[in-house]
C-alpha cells in the first residue's frame, strides 16, 4: 500500500504542475497576440527608414559631408548589447544569447577581449546574471525596460548608446537577439547597430540614392539618423520580447503536454499496483480458506 500512496502523491503533484504550466501557457499567448500586432505593424516602417538611412549615408559619404554615426575607424573598443529576457522557462531562449555573445567575443574580437575593450550592455535579467558569472565586462544593465517595453524608454537607452559611440567611448555597436518569426520559431540575429553601414545588406539591391533633401542634408544628418535608429534599436528590443513570449508559450505548451503524459502512464502504473494488491489480497484470503479446510 506505501507504493500505492507514493503514486498518489506523484500524480497529485504532476497534476498540480500541469495547472501551473497550462496557466502560464494561457499568459504567454495573451501576451505574445498583444506584443505581436506592435512588431507586425512595426516592421515594414522600420525596414524601409533603414533602407533609406543606408543610402542616405553613401549619399553623405559621397558629398563629403560628416556623419558622426558613420565613423571609419579601426574598431578597437567593442560594446554589445545582449537581449534575454527577466524571467526563465523559455526553453534555450536566453542559453542562446549569451552562447552568440561568446562566440562574437571568441571569433572577432578576441584581441580588444583581451585589451579588456569589450564591453556588454545587458538587456535582461538571465543575460546580466550569466555574464557576470562569467566575469564579462558589463556597462550597464537594463532590466527593467522589459516590464514595460515602449518606444520613449528604449529610445532613451539608444540615445545613451549613441552618446557613447559619437563621444568616442566604442568604436563599434552590435547587438544580439532573438528575431520572432512566429510562436515555434525564433531566429538568433546578430547585426551592427553602429556604424552606420553605408552599403545594403547582402543578397538585397540597393535603390537607387536619388533623394529631394529639405531643407539640407546637414538638418537631415542631425533629424532622421538619430530617429532612425532609435526605430531599429526598439526594433530589436520589442523584437526579442515577443520572441520570449513566443518561446515560453511554446515550452510551457510542451511541459503541459509532457505532465498529461506522465499522468497517464503513472496512472496506469497505479491501476496495476492496485490490480496487483487486490489479486495478493484475495489470494492470501483463498489461502487461509484452504488451510481451514
Same mark, same amino acid.
Given at each position: 500500500?506505501?507504493?500505492? $500512496?507514493?503514486?498518489?502523491?506523484?500524480?497529485?503533484?504532476?497534476?498540480?504542475?500541469?495547472?501551473?504550466?497550462?496557466?502560464? =501557457?494561457?499568459?504567454?499567448?495573451?501576451?505574445?497576440?498583444?506584443?505581436?500586432?506592435k512588431i507586425v505593424r512595426l516592421r515594414p516602417y522600420a525596414n524601409k527608414l533603414?533602407?533609406?538611412?543606408?543610402?542616405?549615408?553613401?549619399?553623405?559619404?559621397?558629398?563629403?559631408?560628416?556623419?558622426? !554615426?558613420?565613423?571609419?575607424?579601426?574598431? #578597437?573598443?567593442?560594446?554589445?548589447?545582449?537581449?534575454?529576457?527577466?524571467?526563465?522557462?523559455?526553453?534555450?531562449?536566453?542559453?542562446?544569447?549569451?552562447?552568440?555573445?561568446?562566440?562574437?567575443?571568441?571569433?572577432?574580437? +578576441?584581441?580588444?577581449?583581451?585589451?579588456?575593450?569589450?564591453?556588454?550592455?545587458?538587456?535582461?535579467?538571465?543575460?546580466?546574471?550569466?555574464?557576470?558569472?562569467?566575469?564579462?565586462?558589463?556597462?550597464?544593465?537594463?532590466?527593467?525596460l522589459l516590464n514595460d517595453v515602449t518606444f520613449e524608454k528604449v529610445s532613451a537607452?539608444?540615445? =545613451?548608446?549613441?552618446?557613447?559611440?559619437?563621444?568616442?567611448?566604442?568604436?563599434?555597436?552590435?547587438?544580439?537577439?532573438?528575431?520572432?518569426?512566429?510562436?515555434?520559431?525564433?531566429?538568433?540575429?546578430?547585426?551592427?547597430?553602429? /556604424?552606420?553601414?553605408? =552599403? /545594403?545588406? $547582402?543578397?538585397?539591391?540597393?535603390? /537607387?540614392?536619388? !533623394?529631394? +533633401?529639405?531643407?539640407? =542634408? #546637414?538638418?537631415?544628418?542631425?533629424?532622421?539618423?538619430? $530617429?532612425?535608429?532609435?526605430?531599429?534599436?526598439?526594433?530589436?528590443?520589442?523584437?526579442? +520580447?515577443?520572441?520570449?513570449?513566443?518561446?515560453?508559450?511554446?515550452?510551457?505548451?510542451?511541459?503541459?503536454?509532457?505532465?498529461?503524459?506522465?499522468?497517464?502512464?503513472?496512472?496506469?502504473? +497505479?491501476?496495476?499496483?492496485?490490480?496487483?494488491?487486490?489479486?495478493?489480497?484475495?489470494?492470501?484470503?483463498?489461502?487461509?480458506?484452504?488451510?481451514?479446510?
Amino acid at each position: 500500500m506505501a507504493n500505492l $500512496k507514493a503514486i498518489r502523491i506523484r500524480i497529485t503533484s504532476v497534476k498540480s504542475t500541469r495547472q501551473i504550466t497550462s496557466a502560464m =501557457k494561457m499568459v504567454a499567448a495573451a501576451k505574445l497576440r498583444k506584443a505581436q500586432d506592435k512588431i507586425v505593424r512595426l516592421r515594414p516602417y522600420a525596414n524601409k527608414l533603414h533602407e533609406i538611412l543606408v543610402n542616405l549615408s553613401q549619399s553623405l559619404a559621397d558629398a563629403e559631408i560628416e556623419n558622426v !554615426y558613420s565613423r571609419a575607424s579601426i574598431p #578597437e573598443k567593442i560594446l554589445i548589447v545582449v537581449v534575454t529576457s527577466n524571467r526563465g522557462l523559455c526553453g534555450a531562449f536566453n542559453s542562446n544569447v549569451v552562447k552568440e555573445a561568446r562566440r562574437l567575443v571568441a571569433d572577432n574580437y +578576441y584581441e580588444q577581449y583581451k585589451k579588456g575593450n569589450v564591453e556588454f550592455l545587458a538587456i535582461g535579467k538571465k543575460g546580466y546574471d550569466t555574464l557576470r558569472k562569467m566575469k564579462f565586462k558589463i556597462a550597464a544593465e537594463s532590466n527593467e525596460l522589459l516590464n514595460d517595453v515602449t518606444f520613449e524608454k528604449v529610445s532613451a537607452l539608444a540615445e =545613451k548608446v549613441m552618446y557613447g559611440f559619437v563621444r568616442g567611448d566604442y568604436d563599434r555597436v552590435e547587438l544580439i537577439y532573438n528575431h520572432f518569426k512566429n510562436a515555434a520559431v525564433q531566429q538568433l540575429t546578430t547585426e551592427v547597430f553602429l /556604424p552606420v553601414e553605408s =552599403k /545594403p545588406e $547582402k543578397g538585397k539591391a540597393s535603390m /537607387p540614392a536619388d !533623394y529631394i +533633401y529639405e531643407p539640407d =542634408k #546637414e538638418a537631415i544628418v542631425r533629424e532622421l539618423i538619430p $530617429k532612425s535608429l532609435k526605430i531599429q534599436f526598439y526594433k530589436a528590443v520589442l523584437d526579442s +520580447y515577443v520572441a520570449e513570449n513566443g518561446a515560453r508559450m511554446t515550452a510551457m505548451h510542451k511541459a503541459t503536454d509532457n505532465a498529461t503524459q506522465m499522468i497517464r502512464e503513472l496512472t496506469l502504473q +497505479y491501476n496495476k499496483a492496485r490490480q496487483a494488491a487486490i489479486t495478493g489480497q484475495i489470494l492470501e484470503v483463498v489461502s487461509g480458506a484452504e488451510a481451514l479446510k
